[in-house]
């Protein structure tokens, strides 16, 4: 591992760190919104479902997420593991995985498909 790939995996961990936290408080303050104005999940996926803003919003956040984590793992993994053969490995295919699975529950929710209310 150079020292220019560890310090630029530093950077982007730390920059999707900070816009990340954005996205976490507007979330959260949604969350709050919808839960204090007494919305049901079905209302809340009626108002989601085939927003183009709403599916940005969140696949943006998914990404960040994902970028977030495998780079996190693969740094547990460097320090931790007996071996580091495979961290990177690793750490990529968790942030892939992550990323398949988030952008497909954002399309879920902003396509349709995700949730059929009782």
Do not use: C
């Not at 085939?50 to 693969?74: D, E, P, Q």
């Not at 320090?79 to 942030?95: I, P």
Request: hydrophobic residues 60%; glycine residues 12%.
């Amino acid at each position: 591992m150079s020292a220019a790939s560890a310090a630029r995996r530093w950077y982007w961990q730390r920059i999707s760190a900070m816009v990340m936290t954005v996205f976490v408080l507007a979330h959260l303050a949604l969350v709050t919104w919808a839960v204090r104005g007494g919305l049901s999940a079905a209302e809340v996926l009626g108002r989601t479902q085939g927003s183009v803003g709403w599916g940005v919003f969140y696949a943006v956040f998914v990404l960040l997420v994902a970028i977030h984590a495998g780079i996190g793992l693969r740094n547990v993994l460097d320090e931790w593991a007996a071996t580091r053969k495979w961290s990177g490995a690793m750490g990529l295919a968790a942030g892939a995985l992550l990323l398949a699975l988030g952008w497909r529950a954002v399309a879920a929710v902003t396509l349709g498909g995700g949730y059929a209310p009782q």
